[in-house]
T-cell receptor, first 114, second 112 residues
Framework: DVKVTQSSRYLVKRTGEKVFLECVQD?????MFWYRQDPGLGLRLIYF???????EKGDIPEGYSVSREKKERFSLILESASTNQTSMYLC?????????????FGSGTQLSVL | KQEVTQIPAALSVPEGENLVLNCSFT??????LQWFRQDPGKGLTSLLL?????REQTSGRLNASLDKSSGRSTLYIAASQPGDSATYLC???????????FGKGTKLTVNP
């Protein structure tokens, strides 16, 4: 089974801190995604990567950056955390170019910025 | 821009009932559509994926249908159980894109 692992289940950070959220997948998937999920707003795509060192902005990239130095690892970086970045963050992965390939999600990281 | 809508936002049914969850999308140029399940505080689990050329997919008590021309999909759950209680989300993958567009989900409660 595909496994997508997010390094932290819960995180509490202070405003202004630099925050790293890590995601690792074990199925050699080319595509990796970072979403945030908020009540009433649903899932919103922050960033997407289709290969090592390749990235594409999603719908809400402001205040975030990403890093993909290795195929299996995709990191989300909050350069200076703010309270409006308190949210559930979900990482996902999939194969590229396959019409019948499912999207696999990690368990999520609930981030609280105080 | 693709928009995905799920109605109702919440549904409560007694155990044993057959039920249908609805998903509609505005742009019919999709590659596929997925149905996901999400338990509280957890990630999403893919339940069924329907390719754009298919009409339906089945897995156990779940059956998902797709009508691309009308921009609709349904998830049918037979003989519902309390363990089916969760939020169900649908998502479409657009033509020419690897990205998915998600609906906001239907929160299902199955009462014993």
């Amino acid at each position: 089974d595909v496994k997508v692992t997010q390094s932290s289940r819960y995180l509490v950070k202070r405003t202004g801190e630099k925050v790293f959220l890590e995601c690792v997948q074990d199925m050699d998937h080319e595509n990796m995604f970072w979403y945030r999920q908020d009540p009433g707003l649903g899932l919103r795509l922050i960033y997407f990567s289709y290969d090592v060192k390749m990235k594409e902005k999603g719908d809400i990239p402001e205040g975030y950056s990403v890093s993909r130095e290795k195929k299996e690892r995709f990191s989300l970086i909050l350069e200076s955390a703010s309270t409006n970045q308190t949210s559930m963050y979900l990482c996902a992965s999939s194969l590229v170019g396959a019409t019948n390939e499912k999207l696999f999600f990690g368990s999520g990281t609930q981030l609280s910025v105080l | 821009k693709q928009e995905v809508t799920q109605i109702p936002a919440a549904l409560s049914v007694p155990e044993g009932e057959n039920l249908v969850l609805n998903c509609s999308f505005t742009d019919s140029a999709i590659y596929n559509l997925q149905w996901f399940r999400q338990d509280p505080g957890k990630g999403l689990t893919s339940l069924l994926l329907i390719q754009s050329s298919q009409r339906e997919q089945t897995s156990g008590r779940l059956n998902a249908s797709l009508d691309k021309s009308s921009g609709r999909s349904t998830l049918y759950i037979a003989a519902s159980q309390p363990g089916d209680s969760a939020t169900y989300l649908c998502a479409v993958r657009q033509g020419g894109s690897e990205k998915l567009v998600f609906g906001k989900g239907t929160k299902l409660t199955v009462n014993p």
